[in-house]
């Protein structure tokens, strides 16, 4: 009969699967999260993610910590978030499946267009924001990303950017309305610099880190190169985060809205950033603008019509 495998759906209908059934064809190292490799899989004609983690195994062996990453995912149905397909709960190891995008991430992407136009630049930012304010909007807490980057936004088959990498990294509370993490040496890639100075300084953070991250995310996509380069990442988050410093324009943004949007983003106090509801109004604002045609193109009118 072979070993079943239970997968349990966001129908909450659980189905038997045997392992016969799932083609365990390849193996992408693309680290979608901070501590998962992701392999590829068909399930049923349907292509998806097998996530485990590699780093640290106790959380996923760990049956307490892997529920409520579950219910984290469950939360979460939204066009610009990875899709959560279901999860392996009674066989070792335990495993998240979720959707798998071929097109990559939009690190790789990046790494190949370089700086984007600004309406690309302005369309893929909502995306991210639209995401990133599902996530934050979650009851009864905000879901945290603590972890957006690049590498952790997915491309999927439309040109549609998706948030994933989230809900895989432990943080207790330590107030209302604040979380530490809850192994600072293992949860921080010190390579990563798009992590606010909070959070690489091991202190109580809220969700405005991941609108710091945005920030950078933003930054890079305008400017064609991440902060500071040809620095390493290592090098520029001590820049960003120890020294304090931000880096500069090195191309002109479409008017000063979106430099000052950019600039409140990775502001280094937590509460002066703003929310991604506030960042979609902006962003919707200067992508209409930028969409909208030329003056002369509207009220131009062919003669003989």
């Known amino acids: ?66 529920k409520h990453e579950l219910t984290l995912l469950e939360k979460v149905r939204h066009p610009n978030v990875v899709q959560f397909v279901g999860a392996v709960t009674q066989n070792v190891p335990m495993m998240i499946v979720s959707e798998y ?19 690309k630049a302005l369309r893929f930012a909502l995306d991210i924001a639209r995401g990133m304010n599902c996530l934050h909007g979650c009851k009864p807490d905000p879901i945290i990303h603590c972890d957006l980057k690049p590498k952790n936004i997915l491309l999927d088959s439309g040109g549609q950017l998706k948030v994933s990498g989230f809900g895989l990294i432990r943080m207790p509370k330590v107030s209302s309305n604040k979380v530490k993490l809850a192994n600072h040496a293992s949860d921080i890639d010190n390579t990563s610099l798009y992590m606010a100075p909070e ?11 991941d609108a710091f991250s945005f920030g950078l995310i933003l930054y890079e996509m305008i ?17 960003i985060c120890i020294e304090g410093l931000r880096p500069t324009f090195k191309t002109k943004t479409k008017g000063s809205e979106l430099k000052e949007l950019i600039e409140e983003c990775w502001n280094r106090e937590p509460l002066a950033r703003p929310t991604f509801s506030e960042i979609i109004i902006r962003l919707d604002k200067m992508y209409s603008h930028c969409t909208k045609p030329a003056k002369w193109k509207e009220n131009f009118k062919l003669p003989w019509k």
């Open 1 to 66: 009969m072979g070993q079943k495998l239970l997968l349990k759906f966001l129908t909450r209908k659980v189905i038997r699967i045997k392992r016969s059934c799932m083609d365990f064809h390849c193996v992408l190292f693309c680290m979608h999260g901070m501590h998962a490799i992701c392999f590829s899989e068909y399930l049923r004609n349907k292509e998806c993610i097998r996530q485990y983690d590699h780093n640290q195994l106790i959380l996923f062996w760990d049956r307490n910590g892997f």
């Open 101 to 119: 995008h071929p097109k990559g991430d939009l690190g790789s992407y990046l790494q190949k267009k370089g700086r984007l136009q600004i309406h």
């Open 199 to 209: 959070v690489y300084k091991n202190q109580a953070f809220d969700r405005s880190v």
């Open 223 to 239: 400017d064609g190169a991440h902060a500071f380069h040809p620095k390493s990442p290592e090098e520029s988050a001590k820049i």
